[in-house]
């Protein structure tokens, strides 16, 4: 089965710092995508970042950034300069390109708090 | 384009009604996601559609839920006879390429 696993349901900082959420998935297959979605507090999912299994760089965006370890099936996301805004669920999620045709399996999340 | 809207935003209902929410992707999209989304709990997938054609089913789609997509441009989800197992965000997403889907803000269902 593919799964998704965040183990840190919760998580604060403080404004302007670095903070690291984490994320580990299982999957057989060898070509994939990854992602991490942002959900503000009654708000709409918000795409991150997305990285290509294939690819050894990892992706950045702005103060966002991944730590894509393949081997190891781990895939944490960065925030650089912690902003207010910040503040959200955001989920890890992947679609393993052979089996799962087109559907997202995503994590439980982490609840990120923003102190300013 | 102003991104994926869903209708309504919110749901109240009573166990056994039918309730039917409707989405409408962004406008060149031709692949369309139905995802559940409960309290602490990451979306599950529950269906998509490549324009009018529905591809997959998740085992979540009991029978008292159907969902349609005619003419590949907006969708409809229905529950039939809710339960209160159903309260939950319904979130529907859109894409041109599967690895880049857009969300829409969700129908919150509460079944009572």
């Known amino acids: 089965a593919q799964t998704v696993t965040q183990s840190q349901p919760e998580m604060s900082v403080q404004e302007a710092e670095t903070v690291t959420l984490s994320c580990t998935y299982d999957?057989?297959?060898?070509?994939?995508?990854l992602f991490w979605y942002k959900q503000p507090p009654s708000r709409q999912m918000i795409l991150v970042i997305r990285?290509?299994?294939?690819?050894?760089q990892n992706a950045t965006e702005n103060r966002f950034s991944v730590n894509f370890q393949k081997a190891a099936k781990s895939f944490s996301l960065k925030i650089s300069d912690s902003q207010l805004g910040d503040t959200a669920m955001y989920f890890c999620?992947?679609?393993?390109?052979?089996?799962?045709?087109?559907?997202?399996?995503f994590g439980t999340g982490t609840r990120l708090a923003v102190r300013p | 384009d102003t991104g994926v809207s869903q209708d309504p935003r919110h749901k109240i209902t009573k166990r056994g009604q039918n309730v039917t929410f409707r989405c409408d992707p962004i406008?060149?999209?031709?692949?369309l996601y139905w995802y559940r989304q409960t309290l602490g709990q990451g979306p599950e997938f529950l269906t998509y559609?490549?324009?009018?054609?529905?591809?997959?089913k998740s085992r979540l789609l009991s029978d008292r839920f159907s969902a349609e997509r005619p003419k590949g441009s907006f969708s409809t989800l229905e529950i039939q006879r809710t339960e209160q197992g159903d309260s939950a965000m319904y979130l529907c997403?859109?894409?041109?390429?599967?690895?880049?889907?857009?969300f829409g803000p969700g129908t919150r269902l509460t079944v009572t």
């Open positions: 559609f490549q324009n009018e054609a529905q591809l997959e």
């Open positions: 999957t057989s297959e060898n070509n994939y995508y």
């Open positions: 999620a992947f679609i393993p390109l052979v089996s799962s045709g087109d559907k997202l399996t």
């Open positions: 406008s060149e999209h031709n692949r």
């Open positions: 997403a859109s894409s041109f390429f599967p690895y880049e889907q857009y």
């Open positions: 990285q290509e299994a294939y690819k050894q």
